[in-house]
């Protein structure tokens, strides 16, 4: 017979039956009705054009014909759910999907990938860097590291770093005649500004500032960015001073790019957080992607 012929939900039916020796047991088994288990026996009877059982008063005894199809069927059924069961065991093949800013992907992430892909080779990962918040709940990716504050509706959110800011420049910069001897020394220089969100203009390098013992500073001007990272790559390329995040800026001052010329460092209000629905939190690969990260802040 055709394998595309064959009446699977037919010779399920017979399987279960013949196993059980009841038609009623069957039923309760696949979730179905008596009647539509006799259906189906009926079906694979007229069929096959042979009887596969003898009703009985207690239940059904089953046919030399029955007899032979059986353990055909049994060892069938068998092999693939150990299939099954193998696969459900085996890592997953797939891809993690992770959003999360341009800046932390391209700062602090990247430079950490090759980690990843050492210890899980198996288990792509593929970024997918968003100003805006994808709705990790409803799939748009499986995880997310997010900056700002929980709580996110219907997310789980676990801490994975801090963030700390404080000025940032080319050592060139301070080639010129001006000095950078104290904090207001700054606005004497372009300031440049990362405008995220949910952040006035000009907040971030105000809190610093009054950290530093100069709370009233009035408007401040010059250079604003909608990403971080791009408020210092301006800083690298000696157009001014940014704020920079020291969990973004790590690289870009331990290979002299940029130098930090005050030693003053201030917790920021938001921080980077790892965020999945907690019913996803089971999933493998979900599982191994939070065991690393939170192992890597």
């Given at each position: 017979?055709?394998r595309?012929?064959?009446?699977?939900?037919?010779l399920?039916?017979?399987?279960?039956?013949?196993?059980r020796?009841?038609?009623?047991?069957?039923?309760?088994?696949?979730?179905?009705?008596?009647?539509?288990?006799?259906?189906?026996?009926?079906?694979?009877?007229?069929?096959?054009?042979?009887?596969?059982?003898h009703?009985?008063?207690?239940?059904?005894?089953?046919?030399?014909?029955?007899?032979?199809?059986?353990?055909?069927l049994?060892?069938?059924?068998?092999?693939?759910?150990?299939?099954?069961?193998g696969?459900?065991?085996?890592?997953?093949?797939?891809?993690?999907?992770?959003t999360?800013?341009?800046?932390?992907?391209?700062?602090?992430l990247?430079?950490?990938?090759?980690?990843?892909?050492?210890?899980?080779e198996?288990?792509?990962?593929?970024?997918?860097?968003?100003?805006?918040?994808?709705?990790?709940a409803?799939g748009?990716?499986?995880?997310g590291?997010r900056?700002?504050?929980p709580?996110?509706?219907?997310l789980?959110a676990?801490?994975?770093?801090?963030?700390?800011?404080?000025?940032?420049?080319?050592?060139?910069?301070?080639?010129?005649?001006?000095?950078l001897?104290?904090p207001?020394?700054s606005?004497?220089?372009?300031?440049?500004?990362?405008?995220?969100?949910?952040?006035?203009?000009?907040?971030?390098?105000?809190?610093?500032l009054?950290?530093?013992?100069?709370?009233?500073v009035?408007?401040?001007?010059?250079?604003?960015?909608?990403?971080?990272?791009?408020?210092?790559?301006?800083?690298?390329?000696?157009?001014?001073?940014?704020?920079?995040?020291?969990?973004?800026?790590?690289?870009?001052?331990?290979?002299?790019?940029?130098?930090?010329?005050?030693?003053?460092m201030?917790?920021?209000?938001?921080?980077?957080?790892?965020?999945?629905?907690?019913?996803r939190?089971?999933?493998?690969?979900?599982?191994?992607?939070?065991?690393?990260?939170?192992?890597?802040?």
């Amino acid at each position: 017979m055709n394998r595309r012929l064959l009446p699977l939900n037919a010779l399920r039916a017979f399987e279960v039956s013949a196993r059980r020796r009841n038609l009623s047991r069957a039923a309760e088994e696949l979730g179905v009705t008596h009647s539509a288990i006799s259906q189906q026996i009926r079906q694979l009877e007229a069929l096959l054009g042979v009887k596969l059982f003898h009703r009985t008063g207690r239940g059904v005894d089953l046919t030399e014909a029955g007899h032979t199809l059986l353990p055909i069927l049994a060892d069938s059924f068998d092999r693939m759910g150990e299939t099954l069961d193998g696969l459900l065991r085996a890592p997953e093949r797939d891809a993690i999907a992770v959003t999360t800013t341009p800046s932390f992907a391209t700062k602090w992430l990247m430079p950490r990938l090759g980690r990843w892909r050492r210890a899980h080779e198996d288990l792509p990962i593929h970024l997918q860097p968003s100003l805006r918040f994808l709705d990790v709940a409803n799939g748009e990716a499986d995880v997310g590291i997010r900056c700002g504050r929980p709580p996110w509706p219907g997310l789980k959110a676990e801490l994975v770093c801090q963030i700390h800011m404080s000025p940032v420049c080319s050592p060139s910069l301070l080639g010129e005649r001006r000095a950078l001897r104290e904090p207001l020394d700054s606005l004497a220089f372009t300031m440049i500004h990362a405008d995220i969100a949910g952040h006035e203009l000009g907040e971030e390098w105000k809190t610093w500032l009054a950290a530093a013992g100069h709370p009233e500073v009035g408007k401040l001007d010059g250079l604003s960015f909608h990403d971080p990272n791009l408020a210092l790559q301006a800083a690298v390329d000696g157009l001014g001073i940014a704020i920079g995040y020291r969990e973004l800026a790590e690289h870009d001052i331990a290979t002299g790019r940029l130098i930090y010329p005050f030693e003053l460092m201030v917790r920021h209000a938001f921080s980077y957080y790892l965020v999945y629905p907690s019913g996803r939190a089971l999933k493998p690969k979900v599982r191994r992607f939070r065991k690393w990260v939170l192992a890597e802040s």
